[in-house]
């Protein structure tokens, strides 16, 4: 069998488990198809370094992401057949970190949903996608793939909930929105029908009327920074370096938590609802936050030493 057909087996597999592969599965896609170019069909450490030395540059934890792709899925063809060779761990430099999310402005995410608005199709479908999809996942935190992932029903107009049906490892919760939220998202299924001419199952779709990809928002999301100067322009449709989509979801965590110190709610009592609100496993992952923005850390030192002051008088 090819690789590419295994990984298909491979994708399934893990997906039954819960597992969301978007990024996995693109770079395993781009690997299996480099190694059926050169006629291999078992994995070694040479063919992933053949393959690793005809990708583009790129900073260290996305180099060790696409080791780790092919590193797992070597482990599994590996369980099965001994002749693939599992690449040894350490074999690139460096270690997963990570970065220090950029928190947009009120300012910025305006901008990036007025360009987005402005992205060019033949029914201007792609523009109300986006910048809608944009703005929901500014206001709700949302994940990209848990944004993709909606249906039309997941709205629930009348209490102003949305269910999130395909959260991290399979996951499911609700989340409560504000009525300008609501209204928004019935707003934009209205104009979407409208243009497609019927009513399509998928919250956010195409001039097609097909579910928006992951890969066609992550480009849109690009091109609506470029054009704004938050990234540079790059030729040949590259997204470029620069404010991510995921920031956007950081960015949300981190004004909510600003705002609780602003207001002088207790963190400690509020992180739990964040926590659940974001979908995180393990509230250490929400506090991470308050380590990866200096505004947070500040707050946080202020009301702690607010805290031990009052606790000695």
């Known amino acids: 069998m090819s690789l590419a057909s295994q990984l298909d087996r491979y994708l399934s597999v893990r997906r039954s488990l819960g597992y969301d592969l978007g990024t996995s599965e693109r ?7 480099f190694a059926d170019r050169e006629g291999v069909d078992h994995i070694d450490t040479a063919l992933f370094l053949r393959w690793h030395a005809t990708l583009a540059d790129a900073c260290t934890s996305t180099r060790v992401a696409r080791f780790t ?3 797992l899925f070597a482990q599994w063809l590996s369980s099965f057949d001994p002749a693939h060779e599992v690449p040894p761990r350490g074999l690139l430099p460096g270690s997963i970190q990570r970065s220090r999310p950029h928190i947009y402005t009120d300012a910025e995410i305006e901008a990036i949903m007025v360009a987005a608005t402005e992205l060019p199709s033949i029914y201007g479908l792609r523009g109300l996608t986006c910048s809608t999809l944009f703005g929901l996942i500014a206001v709700t935190g949302l994940r990209i793939s848990e944004a993709l992932g909606l249906d039309r029903g997941d709205i ?37 029908d409208r243009l497609i001419g019927h009513p399509a199952k998928p919250l956010f779709v195409t001039d097609k009327a097909t579910r928006l990809t992951d890969c066609s928002a992550r480009y849109n999301f690009a091109r609506a920074c470029q054009e704004i100067g938050l990234r540079t322009p790059q030729p040949y449709c590259k997204h470029g ?21 602003r207001t002088g709610k207790d963190p400690a009592r509020e992180m739990i609802r964040l926590t659940t609100y974001l979908g995180h496993r393990n509230p250490s992952n929400t506090y991470w936050y308050l380590e990866a923005v200096p505004e947070l850390l500040d707050l946080a ?11 000695v008088q």
């Open 27 to 33: 770079i395993l896609r781009r690997f299996t198809r």
């Open 69 to 71: 792709a092919v590193r």
């Open 156 to 192: 629930d107009a009348e209490h102003g909930v949305l269910r999130v049906r395909q959260g991290k490892l399979g996951k499911e919760r609700l989340l409560p929105l504000d009525p300008s939220v609501v209204t928004r998202l019935i707003g934009y299924l209205a104009e979407r």
């Open 241 to 261: 370096r620069g404010p991510r989509i995921h920031d956007l979801r950081h960015s949300f965590a981190v004004k909510t938590m600003i705002k609780w110190y």
């Open 301 to 311: 030192m202020a009301r702690a030493t607010a805290d031990s002051g009052e606790a």
